[in-house]
């Protein structure tokens, strides 16, 4: 059974702080990365994707891949108050298979 | 270039009727995903359709549950004789799933159906 593990927080970090956020997964054949952010009662958001070993940037967010160790995390710099939410981790085994998501891990950014 | 939508927004059944949900996928997208969320709890994957194919349905209760996405319109979830475990939001997702050099396999997802039972 392929799964995908978070701390499911809550993470306090202060307002301008690094944010970071882990996940591990548990199929090393995994291809495929992503993070997506859901506020309550919203629906998912894609953040960033990632397919290659390293760092991938986008603006204040930085995704980390190190498929050694099946790790996949996300970096958040100068965390904002509107940074706060649930942030999912997501994995895609091959380009035909389903995407298994963690269970999230709730991020509070405190003024 | 409209997003993924999905109606109703919210709908509300009484135990033992029938709930069906609709997904219209982004334009060009031809791959449907759908998640069941409880409140409180992550995103737990359903099942995986192309045009008029079922791909994946590993995570389909055996009963009640069906999905179909025809060649024209829309996905549909089809819940019969619902129960009050049932209640939840729903959401779908698509994506291009495009090969080769660039590919991308992103999921964009829908705003979501949230299912009450009475």
């Known amino acids: 059974q392929k799964e995908v593990e978070q701390n499911s927080g809550p993470l306090s970090v202060p307002e301008g702080a690094i944010a970071s956020l882990n996940c591990t997964y548990s199929?090393?054949?995994?291809?495929?990365f992503f993070w997506y952010r859901q506020y309550s009662g919203k629906s998912p958001e894609l953040i960033m994707s990632?397919?290659?070993?390293g760092d991938k940037e986008d603006g204040r967010f930085t995704a980390q891949l190190n498929k050694a160790s099946q790790y996949v995390s996300l970096l958040i710099r100068d965390s904002q108050p509107s940074d706060s939410a649930t942030y999912l981790c997501?994995?895609?085994?091959?380009?035909?298979?389903?995407?298994?998501f963690g269970s999230g891990t709730r991020l509070s950014i405190r003024p | 270039n409209a997003g993924v939508m999905q109606n109703p927004r919210h709908l509300v059944r009484r135990r033992g009727q029938e709930a069906r949900l609709r997904c219209s996928p982004m334009?060009?997208?031809?791959?449907v995903y759908w998640y069941r969320q409880l409140p409180e709890e992550g995103l737990k994957f359903m099942v995986y359709?192309?045009?008029?194919?079922?791909?994946?349905e590993s995570g389909m209760p055996k009963e009640r549950f069906s999905a179909e996405f025809p060649k024209e319109g829309p996905s549909i979830l089809r819940i019969q004789q619902v129960v009050r475990g049932d209640s939840a939001a729903y959401f779908c997702?698509?994506?291009?799933?495009?090969?080769?050099?660039?590919?991308?396999?992103?999921?964009?997802f829908g705003p979501g159906t949230r299912l009450t039972v009475l």
């Open positions: 997702a698509s994506s291009s799933l495009t090969s080769g050099a660039g590919s991308t396999d992103t999921q964009y």
């Open positions: 199929d090393r054949g995994s291809q495929s």
């Open positions: 359709l192309q045009k008029e194919n079922i791909i994946d």
């Open positions: 990632i397919y290659s070993n």
């Open positions: 334009k060009g997208h031809s791959h």
């Open positions: 997501a994995v895609r085994y091959s380009s035909a298979s389903k995407i298994i």
